[in-house]
């Protein structure tokens, strides 16, 4: 009986979506026809991948696997550097750096098998998986290989040329560069075995392993402290981490997928769209991170390392809000992937509601951050960041806003399986990018820096949202999208305005009221009201209940 309600609640679904409004989903809706017992299945089954509870369970997950590293990493961070000395531990996070940049060398294919297998998951094709699964994997296991082999290869370059390594930890250097070569193929192995957990929406046993194994990262080198202070131990019991946690991953995903114990295939058929996707994910992956970095060495070489320091530590303040962000992409990726293959208006849902609440959670602490960012850095670092910081914290917030928003989009078209369009969007905006943060640093200083950066998000932003109305809202790419960054803007300008603090505490009081108000009356749903009124009744009278302390 169970099973016939869900599957009477998903047709409902189907054909009410009340909150989906546009013209062409309506007219969607106008022609489907009923559904015969195998397609209700499959309806049942997206249903089960992409429903807002596990989602948001599975953005908790993530969100526990990037915060608890970084708890560790408080913790751990000083502990090494008194104990290896700084030289060291410079060697050890250029360490980290290098296994994290030859993972690129899977070139994209954990992604683009992730989403085959969430296509297939959500159709009556899962008698693919293996082919899928073992394809991907087995080509990522040899570019691992190679990975690994030029690893070792430029080890002796980066040694003894391109770093300014002290002589008497040059051989050292050298023997822990060729022992991280080790785990090129593990990291991008890994990432192969974990993308099928992703794709079944399984980040809570994911997270049990990523949470372990992110801590590892920083605690299985504190382990080896009391024994020896030298790289290649520290650097051995990273790798000796990577390759229990690469047997764990295997163990769950042969687990929750067990035809793949059973059936073992390689199709070459399915190396042109793997390496399509992967192709394209690859430049996405080298292009965002250039355009990430680039800024810095350019405000090094025209500036001052000083300048550096001025900038990018306002820089990690604001990208910190991304988090949330993050954690949920991660959990939408595999469920565009399986919507946007079969049902295109549950897409549409997902997409709408990622997009305002993303919304919702970064306009508040954006506009706080930037109304108190004299106040947050004075408080925090003193009187020399406040005076140059300032304004580059400011700035880079509005970027940070615009920059979340465009997860969304990125992760939907990706999900579809266009990942050529966000390659050749990021493509587009690299030259564009390279002159204006050169012209702006060079007359306007750390300040014309942070302006380009955030040029660059407010593109990108409306770039990639005018992208995926090609796939779920193409009645209205330009109908919303700039009256709202315009709005979000002048308020966020309002912001930069100086204040003294009671100024700031009425202003800041004002317009978050104000945006309370209208996103409890015009962006919040009938449904999401009345969820989050039953949330309140639900909690309210237990918080009452509670006696307060010493009674």
């Known amino acids: 009986m169970s099973r016939i309600f869900r599957l009477r609640a998903v047709i409902s679904e189907r054909w009410l979506a009340s909150d989906i409004k546009d013209k062409e989903v309506i007219e969607i809706q106008k022609k489907q026809q009923p559904l015969d017992l195998q397609e209700m299945a499959v309806e049942v089954e997206i249903q089960d991948l992409t429903r807002g509870s596990l989602l948001a369970r599975n953005t908790v997950w993530n969100l526990l696997g990037q915060v608890a590293p970084m708890g560790v990493a408080l913790f751990a961070i000083p502990m090494l550097i008194r104990h290896i000395g700084t030289d060291r531990f410079g060697i050890l996070t250029i360490a980290w750096m290098v296994v994290g940049y030859f993972s690129l060398f899977d070139l994209g294919l954990g992604r683009a098998m992730t989403n085959l297998v969430a296509q297939h998951l959500g159709g009556d094709r899962q008698d693919e998986l293996p082919a899928i699964v073992w394809t991907a994997n087995g080509v990522m296991a040899v570019m691992g290989i190679v990975g690994a082999i030029a690893l070792a290869a430029v080890s002796p370059l980066f040694t003894h040329s391109l770093l300014k390594i002290p002589p008497s930890l040059q051989t050292e250097t050298l023997h822990s560069l060729l022992l991280l070569s080790i785990s090129v193929p593990l990291v991008i192995s890994t990432a192969g075995f974990r993308g099928i957990l992703e794709a079944q929406q399984k980040f809570g046993l994911l997270n049990i392993v990523k949470i372990p194994m992110g801590v590892a990262t920083f605690l299985a080198p504190v382990a080896v402290l009391p ?267 309002l912001g930069m305005v100086g204040m003294s603090l009671p100024e700031k505490i009425l202003v800041s009081a004002i317009v978050l009221l104000s945006f309370a108000a209208t996103a409890w009356f015009a962006l919040l749903a009938a449904e999401e009201r009345t969820s989050i009124q039953r949330l309140k009744t639900r909690l309210l009278p237990s918080l009452l209940r509670q006696k307060p302390m010493g009674a």
Do not use: C
């Open 227 to 493: 024994f020896t202070n030298n790289l290649t131990a520290l650097i051995g019991a990273l790798v000796f981490a990577r390759v229990i946690f690469l047997i764990a991953y295997i163990f769950l995903a042969l687990r929750e997928m067990p035809t793949l114990r059973h059936q073992f295939a390689f199709d070459k058929v399915l190396l042109r769209p793997l390496f399509s996707f992967g192709g394209w994910m690859t430049v996405s992956n080298v292009v965002s991170p250039l355009m990430v970095y680039v800024d810095r060495f350019l405000i090094g070489s025209l500036l001052s390392i000083t300048a550096v320091a001025y900038y990018a530590t306002p820089y990690e303040v604001a990208t910190k809000l991304l988090i949330v962000p993050g954690a949920l992409v991660g959990v939408l990726f595999p469920a565009f992937s399986t919507a946007m293959a079969t049902n295109r208006i549950r897409g549409a849902l997902l997409y709408r509601r990622a997009a305002k609440y993303v919304g919702l959670f970064l306009f508040p602490l954006s506009f706080v951050l930037i109304v108190f960012s004299q106040n947050i850095l004075q408080l925090w670092l003193g009187h020399e960041f406040s005076v140059h910081s300032t304004r580059v914290l400011q700035i880079l917030s509005l970027g940070v806003f615009a920059n979340g928003l465009a997860f969304i989009p990125f992760a939907l078209i990706q999900g579809a399986g266009r990942a050529d369009i966000t390659g050749k969007l990021h493509l587009l905006e690299l030259p564009f990018y390279l002159v204006s943060v050169w012209v702006l640093t060079r007359h306007f200083g750390i300040e014309g820096t942070a302006i380009a950066w955030t040029i660059r998000m407010i593109a990108d932003v409306i770039l990639m949202f005018w992208a995926a109305g090609r796939f779920v809202d193409k009645f209205a790419r330009f109908k919303y999208l700039i009256p709202v960054a315009a709005g979000v803007t002048a308020v966020f300008a």
